[in-house]
């Protein structure tokens, strides 16, 4: 490409049990960076579907916190309601992991292959895909990812459980190790484990790296090759 790729990245909030991984999600995007590609972060604009206290691990009762508002600390402010994405606009879209894309994205930590995905993250997929660029997805964003598209072929690493809720959904999924991503043709997407694996930060750096190495990859190729 002759001008710099422009990747849209969706948050879920600010931390693991209940937002984005942090760790996950700033290795996304400087992935991009160090690549020379623009981001731009979106988050939708909601009540979290749970405060959690990161120290104990228990739901903070009584609390509430808006995603868009939580994920603007990992963004730095710089960040847009996914309401206003436009997939003309981008060449790529990327979300990273978390619980919040089980919880805020969706509801599959709640509701498993019965799950529903948020009207505006379902849209910014549909959206992208028609526009035939590709997407990435860490963690358990693959889910997300199989709930909206049919057949479609991803990864989350080794959990079996959580596989067998995927393929559930009528995805296919692929046992994959630290630093592994399944590639699916057909959607143009890209996916890698991160902390669905039992992992060491250096591990998860290395998993967003080759999901965005591949991402940008397809970008510039115009096509998906496994």
């Given at each position: ?6 990747v849209a990245v969706?948050l ?6 209940d937002g ?9 995007l ?6 020379a ?12 579907a749970?405060?959690?206290?990161h120290i104990k691990?228990?739901v903070?009762?009584g ?10 600390r990992?963004a ?15 060449d ?5 992991g978390?619980f919040?894309?089980a919880?805020?994205?969706?509801n ?6 019965n799950?529903t ?12 895909v ?5 997407m ?5 964003a ?8 049919d ?6 690493g080794?959990?079996?459980a ?10 296919k999924?692929s ?7 399944a590639?699916d043709p057909?959607y143009?997407?890209?996916?890698a ?5 039992d ?10 790296d080759a ?13 998906a090759?496994?």
């Open positions: 490409m002759s001008t710099s790729p422009k969706i879920s909030g600010c931390g693991v049990f984005a991984e942090i760790h996950e999600s700033v290795f996304t400087y992935a991009l960076d160090k690549r590609a623009n981001y731009q972060c979106f988050a939708p604009d909601i009540d979290q749970q405060v959690i206290d691990g228990e903070v009762e609390e509430s916190r808006n995603v868009l508002v939580e994920s603007a990992i730095r402010g710089n960040i847009k309601p996914l309401s206003d994405y436009n997939a003309a606009d981008f790529a879209l990327a979300l990273p978390g919040g894309a919880k805020n994205l969706s599959f930590a709640f509701e498993g292959r799950c995905v948020n009207a505006d993250v379902e849209r910014a997929i549909k959206d992208t028609a526009a035939s660029k590709p990435a997805a860490l963690c358990i693959p889910a997300v990812m199989a709930k909206v598209l057949g479609v072929e991803v990864t989350i080794q959990d079996e959580t596989a067998a809720s995927i393929e559930a959904m009528g995805a999924h046992a994959t190790g630290h630093g592994g991503i590639i057909k143009k997407l890209v996916t484990p991160c902390y669905m694996l992992s060491t930060i250096t591990q998860v750096a290395d998993g967003a999901a965005i190495e591949a991402l940008l990859a397809i970008v510039e190729d115009g096509e090759v496994k």
